[in-house]
């Protein structure tokens, strides 16, 4: 069992913490990703999904993952099935009962999350903590929906998780100060650099990101410049490391839309409103990478050429 640091809090008070094993709900990219960081740093994890075979599939994309870690000398073979012994499927929250904090990473839909933390609620044991790694749904919001609002927080991991260095730390109205520093260390643990924001929409990342993903979607259908002029543009114009439109459909163009609707909803102006391309494509069930289409049309070794949108 791995002991997280009895380091005082600065600024509150001083006490030990221990968070060995944590719970991720939600086995897609996300989800996975933040199982396999959070057990490459010795926590037990236990995964779930809407049921056992979903988070088993998404145990086997990380497993899949480290394999080619493993082919290319990255990693031993020892240690991918060390990581991956860290990792336990189970059929649902109900099975939280001996996690120190959960991290729910599960489809972006407020209605969705709100059902997930209140099961996760019931089963976590009272004093234990509870995170979303919602892009853009109110913390507060969440966090009023549980028993257990001051120990509620965003914790934003960028994706991929393995790779990406950020997490941002979302501060819900309610979330005390000793969430606040504990989950923080719990990044750091991970391996992660942290920032924090008050709980907006969309946050800060997000804030910024999402109205430029929309505007080379305004482009693209105003016919000002082909997908790949667009991605051009702004990665070699802007030493962007991937353009826009190859943005979206890495982070999964249902993602995209649902943050650009909590963008314009709740920020009440119209620079916000999503574009007739985006919401097209997510009616056609073409979500981007993770579907096989989106902008682009991806081969199952993740090739892609231009698709016609
Ligand atoms: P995804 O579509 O890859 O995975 C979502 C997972 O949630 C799926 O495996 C789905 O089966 C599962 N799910 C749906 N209903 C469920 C239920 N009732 N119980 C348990 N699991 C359920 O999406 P993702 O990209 O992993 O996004 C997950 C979360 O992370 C979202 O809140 C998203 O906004 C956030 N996020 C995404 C990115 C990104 O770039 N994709 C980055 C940061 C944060």
Redesign the pocket.
């Given at each position: 069992m791995a002991q997280f640091d009895d380091t005082p809090f600065p600024g509150t008070e001083s006490r030990a913490v221990l968070v060995s094993t944590i719970g991720v709900?939600?086995?897609?990219?996300?989800?996975?990703?933040i199982a396999q960081v959070a057990a490459a740093s010795g926590l037990t994890v236990v995964l779930?999904?809407?049921?056992l075979d979903?988070?088993e599939?998404?145990k086997a994309r990380v497993a899949s993952v480290l394999g080619k870690q493993v082919d290319n000398g990255k990693m031993t073979a020892e240690a991918r099935e060390a990581l991956l012994a860290k990792i336990r499927c189970a059929g649902?929250?109900a099975d939280f009962k001996e996690c120190d904090f959960v991290i729910?990473?599960?489809?972006?839909?407020i209605e969705?999350?709100i059902?997930?933390l209140k099961q996760c609620d019931a089963a976590l044991a009272p004093g234990k903590w509870l995170a979303?790694?919602?892009?853009?749904?109110s913390l507060t919001k969440l966090a009023a929906a549980t028993s257990r609002p001051e120990r509620v927080i965003g914790m934003?991991?960028?994706?991929?998780?393995p790779l990406m260095k950020l997490v941002e730390i979302v501060r819900a109205v309610q979330t005390s100060d000793e969430t606040y520093e504990l989950t923080r260390a719990l990044a750091e643990r991970m391996g992660k650099k942290t920032t924090t924001t008050r709980d907006a929409p969309g946050f800060l990342v997000?804030r910024i990101l999402i109205p430029m993903l929309c505007e080379a979607c305004f482009a693209l259908q105003e016919g000002v410049g082909s997908a790949e002029d667009i991605d051009t543009g702004a990665k070699l114009g802007l030493n962007h490391p991937m353009g826009p439109l190859e943005l979206s459909d890495?982070?999964?163009l249902?993602?995209v839309l649902?943050?650009a609707d909590v963008l314009h909803r709740e920020m009440g102006d119209d620079k916000y409103r999503a574009p007739t391309v985006l919401r097209n494509l997510v009616a056609a069930g073409w979500?981007g990478r993770?579907t096989g289409r989106g902008f682009y049309v991806y081969d199952d070794k993740g090739n892609r050429a231009l698709a016609r949108v």
């Open positions: 709900v939600g086995a897609g990219q996300m989800g996975g990703g779930v999904d809407a049921s979903l988070a599939r998404g649902g929250p729910e990473a599960a489809t972006e839909a969705l999350k059902a997930i979303s790694n919602t892009s853009s749904i934003h991991f960028m994706n991929p998780p997000n890495l982070i999964g249902d993602t649902a943050i979500l993770k």
